[in-house]
Nanobody
Framework: VQLQASGGGFVEAGGSLRLSCEVS????????MGWFRQAPGREREFVAG????????WYAEFVEGRFTISRDNVRNTMFLQMNSLKREDTAVYSC?????????????????????WGQGTLVTVSS
């Protein structure tokens, strides 16, 4: 599976951005998907995840209801709607995928829980 993230940019604190992740390849419906981010000098951290069916989604605590992960099965695209952005949300955001059959609950919120990665898209939030 191949992943292509886009939608990053520059936004003022309190603003919104929507990130997209186009997914291509075989059996895309068999994958769980996630968004991660990495700020300068920090480790990559989990942001949100979703099953390809969209039946279940989950978020990092710092999201605090500000972000929404979703997917469009017709367009094979996953989204991350980010509202009420804060300066500390500044990071490179990447999308990732793992075959649902390989999902492990003890790693689904860590980078090692995913096998496929797209290139990142930079989000910069100014205060």
């Amino acid at each position: 599976v191949q992943l292509q993230a886009s939608g990053g940019g520059f936004v003022e604190a309190g603003g919104s951005l929507r990130l997209s992740c186009e997914v291509s390849g075989r059996d895309v419906s068999s994958y769980a998907m996630g968004w991660f981010r990495q700020a300068p000098g920090r480790e990559r951290e989990f942001v949100a995840g979703i099953t390809w069916s969209g039946y279940k989604s989950w978020y990092a605590e710092f999201v605090e209801g500000r972000f929404t992960i979703s997917r469009d099965n017709v367009r094979n695209t996953m989204f991350l709607q980010m509202n009420s952005l804060k300066r500390e949300d500044t990071a490179v955001y990447s999308c990732a995928a793992v075959l649902f059959a390989r999902v492990r609950l003890d790693s689904i919120e860590t980078p090692r829980g995913y096998d496929y990665w797209g290139q990142g898209t930079l989000v910069t939030v100014s205060s």
